[in-house]
Antibody
Framework: EVQLLESGGGLVQPGGSLRLSCAAS????????MSWVRQAPGKGLEWVSV????????YYADSVKGRFTISRDNSKNTLHLQMNSLRGEDTAIYYC???????????????WGQGTLVTVSS | DIVMTQSPDSLAVSLGERATINCKSR????????????LAWYQQKPGQPPKLLIY???TRESGVPDRFSGSGSGTDFTLTISSLQAEDVAVYYC????????FGQGTRLEIK
């Protein structure tokens, strides 16, 4: 059974940093691209970033480029999102998602974690 | 980026009746080399993550009831629930994966 478990969310001040993690199990982690998708409170879904399975290619939404860094540790089946220079508009539930099929930077997602809430506020 | 627009924003349908949700992309998501539409549908129930229902515009994900179906091509797509059940109350999103991923704004489906 595929499981994705996010952690690392919390309350952070504007300009601060936070590192999210996603522990994956139930599939061959290194064989799949993985993404972060976020959802502001009461709003829709917004793609954040994707990392390929083995060669580590990364892509970012323009809204987070230069501030967020996606990475993965295939030896530990773990996905990360380092978030710096956080802003109020980054407040959201952050989901990690397993990618079923990708074309360069664009995928659809067959499994999602339960999400971790990031709140950026003073 | 490809803008995805869903209609309606909300919908109330009686149990057992048909529900139809539309999704329009500002540019075609049909890839000519393989004749596939790069369009997926998700269901999100309150307090839960999204769940994949349909991909390639019309391929039902394993385990999804056959009352859910997807259709359309190019820029216009439809998600149909043939006979609404109480457990189908949710927000539904379309997503294109032809280029940088983008989602529709969501359609809230309720029981009339």
């Amino acid at each position: 059974e595929v499981q994705l478990l996010e952690s690392g969310g919390g309350l952070v001040q504007p300009g601060g940093s936070l590192r999210l993690s996603c522990a994956a199990s139930g599939f061959t982690f290194s064989s799949y691209a993985m993404s972060w998708v976020r959802q502001a409170p009461g709003k829709g879904l917004e793609w954040v970033s994707v990392i390929s399975g083995s060669d580590g290619n990364t892509y970012y939404a323009d809204s987070v480029k230069g501030r967020f860094t996606i990475s993965r540790d295939n030896s530990k089946n773990t996905l990360h999102l380092q978030m710096n220079s956080l802003r109020g508009e980054d407040t959201a539930i952050y989901y990690c998602a397993k990618d079923r099929h990708c074309t360069s930077n664009s995928c659809f997602y067959d499994y999602w974690g339960q999400g971790t809430l990031v709140t950026v506020s003073s | 980026d490809i803008v995805m627009t869903q209609s309606p924003d909300s919908l109330a349908v009686s149990l057992g009746e048909r529900a139809t949700i539309n999704c329009k992309s500002r540019q075609s998501v049909l890839y000519s080399s393989n004749n596939k539409n790069y369009l997926a549908w998700y269901q999100q129930k309150p307090g839960q993550p999204p769940k994949l229902l349909i991909y390639w515009a019309s391929t039902r994900e394993s385990g999804v009831p056959d009352r859910f179906s997807g259709s359309g091509s190019g820029t216009d797509f439809t998600l149909t629930i043939s006979s609404l059940q109480a457990e189908d109350v949710a927000v539904y999103y379309c997503q294109q994966y032809y280029s940088t991923p983008s989602f529709g704004q969501g359609t809230r489906l309720e029981i009339k």
